[in-house]
């Protein structure tokens, strides 16, 4: 059973932190790692995707993995009330379907 | 260019009923998908469809049934709902199984079973 493990938070950061928030997967094979954010009520939206070791900056957001310690992780800087939302992690399994598994989430508050 | 669309948005059923949740991609994507989101469950695959044509179970199959209709439409069918079945079901599609190949997400049917 392929598993993404994601801290369960709720996670609470003032307006201008860094928000981190972290993931772990089970399969060693998986090549690709996504994170979506999803506002309450509404789907998933893809934030950013990351399949090399090390950083990958996208405006505020910078996703980073490490395929040895099989960890991912997004970093929001300048964190806004907007980006309270639920963050979700997810792998793509290593077999040729390419399936993405979820973790279930991590709940994140900006407070002004 | 509506993306994936679902419906119905709203359902309530009750127990032993039956129902179709419809859903429809207009991204020409090879690979659609079935997920049903719980409380603190995260996203859980039921059913997909690599490919027009073919159909496979995901974690979660158990009650539930699946057609891939065209390479546009992916319905999945509650034959007889139970309340265990109340949840909110996404329907994703994905271009193809390419590493950089991101899910696109419907916007939800939220069913409730009584």
């Known amino acids: 059973q392929k598993e993404v493990e994601q801290n369960s938070g709720p996670l609470s950061v003032p307006e201008g932190a860094i928000a981190s928030l972290n993931c772990t997967y089970s399969?060693?094979?998986?090549?690709?790692f996504f994170w979506y954010r999803q506002y309450s009520g509404k789907s998933p939206e893809l934030i950013m995707f990351?399949?090399?070791?090390g950083d990958k900056e996208d405006g505020r957001f910078t996703a980073q993995l490490n395929k040895a310690s099989q960890y991912v992780s997004l970093l929001i800087r300048d964190s806004q009330p907007s980006d309270s939302a639920t963050y979700l992690c997810?792998?793509?399994?290593?077999?040729?379907?390419?399936?993405?598994?979820f973790g279930r989430g991590t709940q994140l508050t900006v407070w002004p | 260019n509506a993306g994936v669309t679902q419906t119905p948005k709203f359902q309530v059923l009750k127990t032993g009923q039956s129902m179709t949740l419809q859903c429809a991609q207009d991204m020409n994507h090879n690979s659609m998908y079935w997920y049903r989101q719980d409380p603190g469950m995260g996203l859980r695959l039921i059913y997909y469809?690599?490919?027009?044509?073919?159909?496979d179970k995901g974690e979660v199959p158990n009650g539930y049934n699946v057609s891939r209709l065209n390479k546009r439409e992916f319905s999945l069918r509650l034959e007889s709902a139970a309340p265990s079945q109340t949840s909110v079901y996404f329907c994703?599609?994905?271009?193809?199984?390419?590493?950089?190949?991101?899910?696109?997400f419907g916007n939800g049917t939220r069913l409730t079973v009584t």
């Open positions: 399969d060693q094979g998986s090549q690709s």
């Open positions: 994703a599609s994905m271009v193809g199984q390419t590493r950089n190949s991101p899910l696109h």
């Open positions: 997810a792998a793509r399994e290593s077999s040729t379907l390419g399936r993405l598994y």
């Open positions: 990351i399949y090399s070791n």
């Open positions: 469809s690599a490919s027009e044509g073919t159909t």
